[in-house]
């Protein structure tokens, strides 16, 4: 069985432009989350998204967003990009959106900004 | 405001020797503590621990848990040139996917 896939997994984008990273959980999944990673630093919570609707949300500023589709994939989208924006971005899923050594993480979308 | 604390930030050992990573948090909502190793992008599950003093063992590597002072340990016997990797300590928040990750521990063990 495939793993968290997730697309692209290295992209160059300049201040100011937009940005959009996706995901797709392991087959069953329903529960998404979305976590960045600055390098030398642990990850940080974004977003969870359970049923395709939003179920917690970490201090990230409204410049980002996400969304689940009906086949529980999910796409994070970053808008006016800042040079602090350049990290690791991580996505995992789990089976019931309730953590039970069950969730499992992507390889991740390095982002850097220039 | 919720935090993970690890230390040390960095070890460097020689194979063979034993190492112990601390993990110490301060989370409103507690409900588990997750150990998971990192060594180039996904982080991989090593344990999950939600009781006090019972220890985890998976061949090497074993963790422990004292939720009345708030910090776990993960231990490394018979350290191998492959277990060098960040460790990153985690605390699930609350009944949902949210994990508070510490800084991590980066070990490097030399031949």
């Known amino acids: 069985d495939a793993g968290v896939t997730q697309s692209p997994t290295h992209l160059i984008k300049t201040r100011g432009q937009q940005v959009t990273l996706r995901c797709s959980p392991i087959?069953?999944?329903?529960?998404v989350s979305w976590y960045q990673q600055v390098l030398g630093q642990g990850p940080q919570f974004i977003f969870q998204?359970?049923?395709?609707?939003?179920?917690g949300r970490g201090n990230f500023p409204d410049r980002f967003s996400a969304r689940q589709f009906p086949n529980y994939s999910s796409e994070l989208n970053v808008n006016a990009l800042l040079l602090g924006d350049s990290a690791l971005y991580l996505c995992a899923s789990s089976s019931t959106g309730t953590f039970r050594n069950t969730i499992y993480f992507g390889e991740g979308s390095w982002l850097t900004v220039v | 405001e919720d935090k993970v604390v690890q230390s040390p930030l960095s070890l460097v050992v020689h194979e063979g020797d034993t190492v112990t990573l601390n993990c110490s948090y301060e989370?409103?909502?507690?409900?588990?503590l997750l150990w998971y190793k990192q060594e180039k992008k996904a982080p991989t599950f090593l344990f999950m621990l939600?009781?006090?003093?019972i220890e985890k063992k998976s061949g090497r590597l074993s963790s422990i848990l004292d939720k009345k002072e708030l910090f776990s340990i993960l231990n490394i016997t018979a350290t191998q040139t492959g277990d060098s990797a960040v460790y990153l300590c985690?605390?699930?928040?609350?009944?949902?996917?949210?994990?508070?990750f510490g800084t991590g521990t980066r070990l490097q063990v030399f031949p």
């Open positions: 087959s069953g999944h329903k529960s």
């Open positions: 989370v409103t909502n507690f409900r588990s």
């Open positions: 998204y359970y049923e395709k609707e939003e179920r």
């Open positions: 939600t009781s006090s003093g």
């Open positions: 985690a605390v699930e928040w609350g009944n949902t996917d949210k994990l508070i």
